[in-house]
């Protein structure tokens, strides 16, 4: 099955770190932009941080800049999102999410896979 | 800072049509925004309806289209169903690989 399987949330005191994890199976991993997307709890999606299909081209919203680093691992299938200097603004839980880009007559992205989740609690 | 905007709630009757709309704090949202809309149902993860405007994803039934209206980005649903009862999201493309997701509209169908 084709499928996104995030791990490594849990709770963690301000200022703190913590590694998600995401693991990527039935599809060509190595072939595909990647993001991360958090939602705090009863809140909206909140984009957070791209990666391109090799790694060389990241992006961040200012949110999480200069505390988060995303990272894949395309021999593995993973995609990784270290989060360092925690707050607890940043409790939510986080999606690993694919984005699927083309060209059909006009270029297209938009967000087509998305894993169940995995939770962040930063608290003290 | 840039804001995406979109309705709080809004309510349908079943067998109703409803539109969504996706707005911008600041501007107009047009084309090369490549709006897409998401629907989430307690508990579970986003799942996409339209992309790049006007395009259903795979699965997604006709009764859902997607325009722009005027300045705005808008998802419209006819012959709402009481499964379409969930969350609903806008996301924009704002360049340099930045996404901005709107804050969500919760659509009650009653």
């Known amino acids: 099955e084709v499928q996104l399987v995030e791990s490594g949330g849990g709770l963690v005191q301000p200022g703190g770190s913590l590694r998600l994890s995401c693991a990527a199976s039935?599809?060509?991993?190595?072939?595909?932009?990647m993001n991360w997307v958090r939602q705090a709890p009863g809140k909206g999606l909140e984009w957070i941080s791209y990666i391109s299909s090799r790694g060389y081209t990241i992006y961040y919203a200012d949110s999480v800049k200069g505390r988060f680093t995303i990272s894949r691992d395309n021999a593995k299938n993973s995609l990784h999102l270290q989060m360092n200097s925690l707050r607890v603004e940043d409790t939510a839980l986080y999606y690993c999410?694919?984005?699927?880009?083309?060209?059909?007559?006009?270029?297209?992205?938009?967000?087509?896979?998305w894993g169940r989740g995995t939770p962040v609690t930063v608290s003290s | 800072q840039t804001v995406v905007t979109q309705e709080p709630s809004f309510s349908v009757s079943p067998g109703g049509t409803v539109t969504l709309t996706c707005g911008l704090s600041s501007g107009s949202v047009s084309t090369t925004y490549y709006p897409s809309w998401y629907r989430q149902t307690p508990g579970q993860a986003p799942r996409t309806l339209i992309y790049?405007?006007?395009r259903r994803s795979s699965g997604v039934p006709d009764r859902f289209s997607g325009s722009i209206l005027g300045n705005k980005a808008a998802l419209t649903i006819t012959g709402a169903q009481a499964d379409d009862d969930s969350d609903y999201y806008c996301?924009?493309?704002?360049?340099?690989?930045?996404?901005?997701f709107g804050g969500g509209t919760k659509l009650t169908v009653l």
């Open positions: 039935e599809f060509t991993f190595s072939s595909y932009e």
């Open positions: 999410v694919r984005l699927h880009s083309g060209y059909d007559g006009s270029p297209y992205w938009y967000f087509d896979l």
């Open positions: 790049s405007t006007n």
């Open positions: 996301v924009l493309y704002m360049g340099s690989g930045i996404w901005v």
